[in-house]
C-alpha cells in the first residue's frame, strides 16, 4: 500500500472515533443506505424467466459480492488509502497527481485530466438522480399504505424536494447533528425487518456462496445487461465515501460501515429475498411489503422519506464541496459561496449549484413519475465515475507509489473487469433514461474545459510581454510617477510581472498610489495550510510590495484577512487610509488566434460574463472595488 499523507488517525480516542463513525452514518452512507427501498424491487422486475428460487438466490448473491469487491475491498481496502493530506474525490486525485505548477498555466490538458475530469463531470449528472430516486421512492410508500393516496406521491416528492432546496441557504449544522442518530435507527429498522423475514425462511442465506450468481448470469446471457443493471443500484453511493472521507477519516469510516451500514444493508436485502421466496407472483415493492401493515408500516414509510432527504442532503452538500473544488483548481468560474457555520469550514452553501440542482430534480419527478422508469437514468453516471476511479486509482499506484507494472494490473485489472461489466450494462438503458446523466456530466465536462483552457490562453496572451516590477521602481525613483497620498492592491495572476490593471491605472491617471500591494492568489494542491505559511512578502522598495497568499483548494480565497496578515505578521507597511482594490473586467471577443472550437468560445464568454464579481469571491467590500474594462482575444 502507498505511503499515507492523510490525517494521522493512529492516536485518535476510541470515543472520538465513534462519534464520528456516527456522523458519517448520516453524511457519508446516506445515499447507499436508502438503495434497499428501490434496488430489490428493479432486481425482481429483471429476473428471466426460470427457476424462481435459483434465480433469487442468483441476485442475492451478486448484490452481496458486488457490495463485498466494490466497497469493502476496492474503496475500503484500496483507492481510500489515496489520500490529499487527508482529502479524497476525485479533484483530491487530480491535485495529487499532477500538483499546482508555478509559472504560467499550460494551455494543453493531459490525456491523465482529462480522465479525472471526465470522472467529475459525471457525479454531476448523479447529483441529479439521486435526490429525485431517493425521494420519490420514499414517496411511493404512501400508496403501500393506501392505494387511493398514489395521486399524491409525485406532488409529495415535488413538495418534499423543493423545501429541501428552499433551506440549503440556512446551512446543516444544527440538522447535522441528529442525522447520525437517524441513520442509525435506519440501518437497525432495515436488519430488523430484514433479520425476521430471514428467520422466517433461511433458505437465502445460500446466497452467500458465488457460484449462484456466476450460474445466473452464466445460464441467462440475454439478461445480463438487465440484472447488472439493477444490481449497480445496491452500490450507488459508493464515490461518497471516498468523495467525504475528509469529513470524517477512513478509518471512522470503515467503522461505520462494518459495524453498522453493511450488515443493514444485507439483513434488508435478504431478508427482501425471503420474502420474494414467499410470493412468487407479487408486484409489491419488496421493501415496503416486508414490513407488517398498520403501525409499522407508516413508521417504515415516514423513516424511509426522512433517510432520503438525509440522502439527498450529503449528496447536494457534496456537490457543493466539489464544485468550490473545481473552482479553486481553475475549472469553473467564480461563483458566489456562503459559508453557512462559523464553525465547520466545509459547511458552504452555492446558490447557483443549489437551484440549478432543484429545478433538475423537479423535473426528472415530473418527467419520469416513478421510480422504475428513473432507475433506467441511474447507474450510467455512476459507474462511469467507478471506471474513471479505477483509472485514475492504476495512475497513482504507478506514478506516486511505485508499485511494479504487474502488481498495479491485475489489482486495478480486478476491478476494471466488474466496473466495465456494470458501465456496459447500463448503456443498454441509455434510450430509456440514461442518457440524462451522461448529457449532464457531458455538458460540465465542456464547462471546465473550456474554462480551463480559455482562462490559461488569456493569462499566456496578457503576460507573454509583461514588465518586470523593476523598471516600475527605477520610474518612480527617478521621479517619472507622481505618487499619492493612498493605499492600493492590485491583483495579478503573474506574481513576477506588473500587474495589467496597474499599467491601464497608471495610463489613464498617469499617477500612483502612495502604498502599493502587488496581490497573487495562488491555490496550493493540498486542502488546508496552516496561518504561518499563507503570507509571503517582499519589500520591492518605495513602499511597494509583493504579497503572495496562499490557500488550499478546500478553502475561500480572504484577501483582506491575507493583507492583515501580511501588515501584522510580515511588517508590511501601509497608509491609514482604507484600502482600493484594482481589477480587470475581461471583455471577451471570439475573433481571436486561440485554438478552440467556436461553441467552446462562446461559452467561454458566457461563462466569463457571468462570473461571480470579485467582491463576493475573494471577500472585499464591494465599495473599496474598482473595475477596469480590458478587452481580450480568445
Partial sequence: MGHDEGKNEAHIPQGIQTGLALGALGVVFGDIGTSPLYTMQQCLGALPHTDHTSAVLGILSLIFWSLTIVVSVKYLGYVMYVDNRGEGGVFAML??????????????????????????????????????ISVLSASEGLKDLNPELE????????????????????????????????????????????????????????????HYGLELLFFHPGS????????????????????????????????????????????????????????????????????????????????????????????????????????????????????????????????????????????????????DALADAYGTAVTGTMVVTTLAFYLVTRRVWGWNKACARTVCGIFLVIDLAMFGANLTKFLTGGWFPLAVGFLVLAIMYAWKKGRAYIANQLYSNSIDPAYLIEDIKANKIPRLGSNAVFMTSNSKAVPIALLHHLKVNE????????????????????????????????????????????????????????????????????????????????????RLALPLKILYRFLSNNASPAKDYFCIPASQIVEMGLPVKL
Fill in 95 to 132: 491535485a495529487l497527481l499532477h500538483g499546482k505548477k508555478r509559472g504560467m498555466p499550460a494551455i494543453s490538458i493531459g490525456a491523465s485530466a482529462m480522465l479525472i475530469l471526465t470522472g467529475a463531470a459525471l457525479l454531476y449528472g448523479d447529483g441529479f438522480i439521486t435526490p429525485s
Fill in 511 to 594: 499617477c500612483l498610489h502612495k502604498y502599493v500591494i502587488l496581490l497573487t492568489i495562488i491555490t496550493d494542491d493540498i486542502p488546508y495550510l496552516k496561518d504561518q505559511d499563507r503570507v509571503t512578502v517582499e519589500d520591492l522598495g518605495e513602499n511597494i510590495y509583493r504579497l503572495e497568499a496562499r490557500f488550499g483548494f478546500m478553502e475561500i480565497p480572504d484577501v483582506p484577512t491575507a493583507i492583515r496578515m501580511g501588515r501584522e505578521e510580515k511588517g508590511m507597511r501601509l497608509g491609514p487610509k482604507s484600502l482600493t482594490y484594482y481589477f480587470n473586467r475581461e471583455l471577451v471577443l471570439i475573433d481571436g488566434p486561440a
Fill in 224 to 371: 445480463v445487461a438487465r440484472l447488472l443493471g439493477a444490481v449497480v443500484l445496491a452500490v450507488t453511493g459508493t464515490e461518497a465515501l471516498y468523495a467525504d472521507m475528509g469529513h470524517f477519516g477512513k478509518n471512522a469510516i470503515r467503522l461505520a460501515w462494518y459495524t453498522v451500514a453493511l450488515p443493514g444493508l444485507l439483513l434488508s436485502y435478504f431478508g427482501q429475498g425471503a420474502w420474494a421466496l414467499a410470493h412468487e407472483t407479487s408486484t409489491k415493492n419488496p421493501f415496503f411489503a416486508i414490513s407488517p401493515e398498520g403501525p409499522l408500516r407508516y413508521y417504515l414509510v415516514i423513516l424511509g422519506i426522512v433517510a432520503t432527504i438525509i440522502a439527498s442532503q450529503a449528496l447536494i452538500s457534496g456537490t457543493y464541496s466539489l464544485t468550490r473544488q473545481g473552482i479553486l483548481l481553475g475549472y469553473f468560474p467564480r461563483l458566489p459561496i456562503t459559508h453557512t457555520s462559523s464553525e465547520q469550514e466545509g459547511q458552504i452553501y452555492i446558490p447557483f449549484v443549489n437551484w440549478t440542482l432543484a429545478v433538475g430534480c423537479i423535473l426528472l419527478v415530473l418527467g419520469f413519475r416513478s421510480s
Fill in 151 to 210: 395521486p399524491i406521491v409525485i406532488p409529495a416528492a415535488c413538495l418534499i424536494l423543493g423545501c429541501l432546496f428552499y433551506f440549503q441557504h440556512k446551512g446543516t449544522g444544527s440538522i447535522g447533528r441528529v442525522f447520525g442518530p437517524i441513520m442509525l435507527v435506519w440501518f437497525f429498522t432495515l436488519g430488523a425487518f430484514g433479520g425476521y423475514e430471514i428467520i422466517k425462511n433461511p433458505t437465502v442465506l445460500w446466497a452467500l456462496s458465488p
